[in-house]
């Protein structure tokens, strides 16, 4: 065993293309790394440090995983892959609404340009805004903002070095909003000149960085014990992720035989295959991608009242509240249905499958075959949902039951698992068309 995947990585060590691309990849996300570690102008880093908290947790724990403790650092990739992962949400749920843009998704290679352009302009746009917000919460002291221990709300420490005013403000801004930029290019760079699936790698590198510091926290609030029970749990939760994502729901279609010149089409046997979590992790990323707005609006709004709301409820400073854990559950559950009707257009498919000559068996084609289609994805999105619920939720249950911090947990383990899958797969593919043995094999 041990013998076959040193076999396997020699094979990809003698694949000069390969081997180019992964050592490319390694060097933007060392890049990438090292930008998450550069503090931005003005800003008071000792300061930031000094009031750092190890247990906080909700929106802006995950964020912070999310964006590989860029957050936290109040580096100049500060916002990480989080502006782009919502612009490209918003885009494709824009594209069951305005024609335009539906017309460009279904043109090919040259809409999806179009597409992908204008996912570019709304990314930016999302980082002038947030970045705007998070300025304005460095100024006031809004500790609650940045996983901060201290309640800076009543007015305290100011995290903007000297005198605040708009050039300072202005700079920070671009200063963020370039690195927004600039990480999305990162992603780019790897998808067209590296492995592949540049975004999801980019969160990948960010959550695993992220791994050694929050297993050193969990043993050092929780023991050896709760460390170990833990760590059976998450591994547990790997295996349960496989599985589901391994899950399909494979809806036969057969097509009839039809003579075109002297050639006969048709005949064969296929199948139309459903996963279980048809939505992946998109449903988790949107709902807290929304859930980071009230934190951004409290540090502008004067009520003080919203304010409070915000840094008890939403912000999850010091531990995770149960009123955080409703909204993002009943998030989690609509975005899931959401995004898979979107996703999957069954009187679409039902009409591909009618102009091919095909029908599912027992299932009349047309309206019919679109009502059965439905039919089938309802039901096995519920359990889909739930189940991307449950795993996004049991960190915020062992925070609450433990009170020990545990941000790489359900969401960050759907998606890494996911990555590293669809990794090898690419990695597996280039290795067997030059008839060499993959990884998966």
């Known amino acids: 065993m041990a013998d076959g995947g040193v076999s396997r990585l020699k094979n990809i060590v003698k694949v000069p293309d390969l081997r180019g691309k992964i050592l490319f990849t390694i060097l933007v996300i060392g890049l990438y790394r090292l930008g998450s570690h550069l503090p931005a102008p003005f800003v008071d880093y000792n300061a930031i440090q000094a009031g750092r908290s190890s247990s906080a947790s909700g929106v802006i724990g995950f964020l912070d995983l999310f964006s590989g403790g860029a957050l936290t650092n109040v580096s100049v990739f500060f916002l990480g892959i989080m502006p782009y992962i919502t612009a490209s949400i918003i885009m494709q749920l824009l594209g069951v609404v305005i024609p335009k843009l539906e017309q460009w998704q279904n043109e090919g290679p040259a809409g999806q340009k179009k597409v992908t352009q204008w996912t570019r302009y709304v990314t930016v746009a999302l ?103 833990i760590l059976l749990l998450l591994v547990g939760m790997i295996v349960a992720i496989v599985i589901v994502e391994s899950g399909q729901r494979r809806i036969p279609v057969q097509f009839a035989k ?137 960190p915020f249950l062992v925070i609450k039951a433990w009170n020990i911090p545990l941000q790489f947990g359900g969401t960050t383990l759907l998606i890494t698992v996911g990555v590293a899958l669809e990794t090898m797969r690419q990695i597996d593919s280039q290795l067997m068309m030059r008839n060499y043995e993959g990884f998966l094999r």
């Open 258 to 394: 039809r003579v075109v010149g002297r050639r006969m089409y048709g005949g064969q046997n296929t199948y139309i295959p459903l996963k279980v979590n048809q939505s992946g992790v998109i449903p988790v990323i949107f709902a807290s991608s929304i859930l980071q707005f009230p934190v951004l609006l409290a540090n502008v709004v004067p009520w003080q009242g919203f304010k409070n709301f915000v840094v008890e409820e939403l912000a999850g400073t010091s531990e995770t509240t149960w009123t955080y854990i409703i909204i993002y559950s009943l998030m989690i559950l609509f975005f899931s249905y959401f995004y898979t009707a979107i996703a999957f257009n069954p009187e679409q498919q039902a009409d591909v499958i009618r102009k091919q000559g095909g029908f599912i068996p027992g299932i009349r084609p047309g309206p019919p075959t679109s009502a059965y289609l439905a039919k089938v994805l309802n039901r096995i999105t519920f359990p889909g949902a739930m189940f991307l619920m449950i795993v996004a939720l049991i």
């Open 127 to 229: 980082a002038v805004v947030q970045s705007t917000g998070f300025v304005f919460a460095l100024n006031s002291g809004n500790a609650s903002a940045f996983q901060l221990d201290n309640n800076q709300l009543a007015g305290g420490t100011k995290y903007i070095l000297g005198d605040f005013n708009a050039w300072k403000a202005l700079l920070i801004v671009l200063t963020w909003t370039a690195g927004t930029a600039i990480v999305m290019w990162f992603g780019e760079l790897i998808t067209q000149r590296g492995i592949g699936n540049g975004m999801s790698i980019l969160i990948f590198a960010s959550v695993i960085s992220r791994l050694p510091y929050q297993m050193a926290a969990v043993r050092a609030d929780g023991g050896n014990l709760k460390f170990l029970a």
